[in-house]
């Protein structure tokens, strides 16, 4: 079965620091990963996703995120966090099978301070 | 496109009354995704369909809860009786094999909350 890890339910950065929010998965088949950003009272916005083509994923923000096999790890970064970037943020699993349902972790909430 | 259309994004109701949540996928999609997220347990799914047909009804909590997709534009999730613990927020999301396979796009939301 599958199911995700989000290392940390909370994270917090100052203003211009590194944002580092970690995800561990498990899945007995090559997974489909994403990051989600959920804003307060707002539904969920995809942010990159890693589906067996370049390891290092670019997303929109300046969110980044790098699958590691070895590691299965697929840990989300940004160089220098800005004030608009505190929301919570979810990482999901999939089968690498079209339409199949995600598997969310618990999610982790980035505070950014000035 | 609009996105998903969830409504209505607030419902308030008292226990044992019937709710039913609404949704509209985005236009051309083929799988429609009902979640809900609480405090206690995330977001977890309940059901999902694949061109109208219930796939995965694995994640529905009890008898009380039942959803259905008459058509490609439109689901529906209902709650009856509702109970306290119903209250969350549920979340409606599609996604399409074509294009952008595997990226689901998520509705607003509806706040449920049971008194």
């Known amino acids: 079965a599958q199911s995700v890890t989000q290392l940390g339910s909370h994270v917090s950065v100052s203003e211009g620091a590194l944002v580092l929010l970690r995800c561990n998965y498990s899945?007995?088949?090559?997974?489909?990963l994403f990051w989600y950003v959920q804003y307060p009272n707002q539904g969920l916005q995809l942010l990159l996703k890693?589906?067996?083509?370049?390891?290092l994923v670019k997303g929109i923000n300046g969110f980044e995120a790098e699958f590691k096999k070895s590691e299965t790890s697929f840990h989300l970064t940004k160089p220098s966090a800005h004030m608009s970037d505190a929301a919570e943020y979810f990482c999901?699993?999939?089968?690498?099978?079209?339409?199949?349902?995600?598997?969310f972790g618990k999610g982790t909430t980035l505070s950014v301070s000035s | 496109d609009a996105g998903v259309i969830q409504s209505p994004r607030h419902e308030v109701t008292e226990m044992g009354q019937e709710v039913t949540l609404r949704c509209k996928p985005i236009?051309?999609?083929?799988?429609l995704f009902w979640y809900r997220q609480t405090m206690m347990r995330g977001l977890e799914l309940l059901i999902y369909?694949?061109?109208?047909?219930?796939?995965?009804d694995s994640g529905m909590p009890e008898d009380r809860f039942s959803a259905k997709m008459p058509n490609a534009s439109f689901s529906t999730l209902k709650i009856q009786p509702s109970e306290p613990r119903d209250s969350a927020v549920y979340f409606c999301?599609?996604?399409?094999?074509?294009?952008?396979?595997?990226?689901?796009?998520f509705g607003p939301g509806t706040r449920l909350t049971v008194t």
């Open positions: 999301a599609s996604s399409s094999t074509s294009g952008a396979p595997y990226e689901q796009y």
């Open positions: 899945s007995s088949v090559p997974p489909y």
């Open positions: 890693y589906t067996s083509a370049a390891t």
């Open positions: 999901a699993v999939s089968e690498a099978q079209a339409g199949t349902a995600l598997i």
């Open positions: 236009s051309g999609h083929d799988y």
């Open positions: 369909f694949n061109n109208n047909v219930p796939i995965d």
